[in-house]
């Protein structure tokens, strides 16, 4: 049932205008610009660089792929983050990619998923700080993670027992989206087998991904229903991602080639990228930032504040502290924020 239906309807005698709130809402909205923040999380050598590059088509992240024989292995030993402000059409996007060490590089991976799951935390962290502070800022730049993609190495068996784990803790505390990566390595029945295996396991294992089927209600949107459903027999999407230019059917596209001819990146009956490009960017983008922040960030301020009053701890600010309190205060304030 709707908030307002139990208010009478009121019949207007002539024009008022409130009709233009959305123009007016949109122009505030496009005025400032958006923010999305994703992290990239998987195994060493799956492309997670090239396909976020592929994705928004920028090269916003160096892939750590070696290129010469003679080249030492690269690879991502520590989280990092990188923004770019990218402009379609007027529309403004501040775009912060964060990549991660590949986990499971290790005999003893252990615990390998707990800086990732620290670095969304301490997101949330930082938000809930500035929220707290007296003289907080008119908007609060939003680091909190919004996205995490997660590969899935083309094996064609099944989940690693390391990559259900990791996704479980993920799940807790971020929207998690499973991708195949180099899914062109299978034959396309053999990738539908895969596909229906890792859905079967991710059942099996009750891994909540997004969207989320428990937060759909009866006011939600028929249309918005039917793309949650089309999105949840797609996954996990099985993706390739390329940033060169190829000939295929004397057409130049985004793709690459193999032995077999070329393989077309935006090409449905090649891969699901296009699919998973449309879920991202065009219909669940706003979608991904309000859950953030209504289920997981709401989540994480909740326990929060719930431990700080258990504790009777009270932050005292005055004129001459600074904006964001000292981290030992704060880890007294917040004992579960910082280890």
Known sequence: M??????????LRGYVGFDTLPTQIN???IKRGF???????????LGKSTLVNTLFASHLIDSKGRTAPEESPRQTVEIQAVSHMVNENGVKLRLTIVDTPGFGDHVNNEGCWDPIVKY?????AIYLRKELTATRERFVQDTRIHCCLFFIAPT???LKPIDILVLQKLTEVVNVV?????SDSMTPDEREAFKQRVRSELEYHNIRLFPFVDEESEETDPEEIRLNQEIRE???FAIVGSERTITVGGKEVIGRKNRWGGINVEDPTHCEFIHLRDFLTRTHLQDLIETTAHIHYESFRTKQLLALKESNARPHLTSVQPLVPPMDRLNRVFPDIVP
């Open 2 to 11: 709707s908030n307002y239906g139990d208010i009478p309807q009121a019949s």
């Open 27 to 29: 122009k505030k909205l």
């Open 35 to 45: 923010q999305l923040n994703v992290i990239l999380v998987g195994e060493t050598g």
């Open 120 to 124: 969304i935390k301490d997101q949330h």
């Open 156 to 158: 064609g068996h099944a």
């Open 178 to 182: 499973p991708v195949i990566a180099k």
């Open 234 to 236: 797609r996954v996990p």
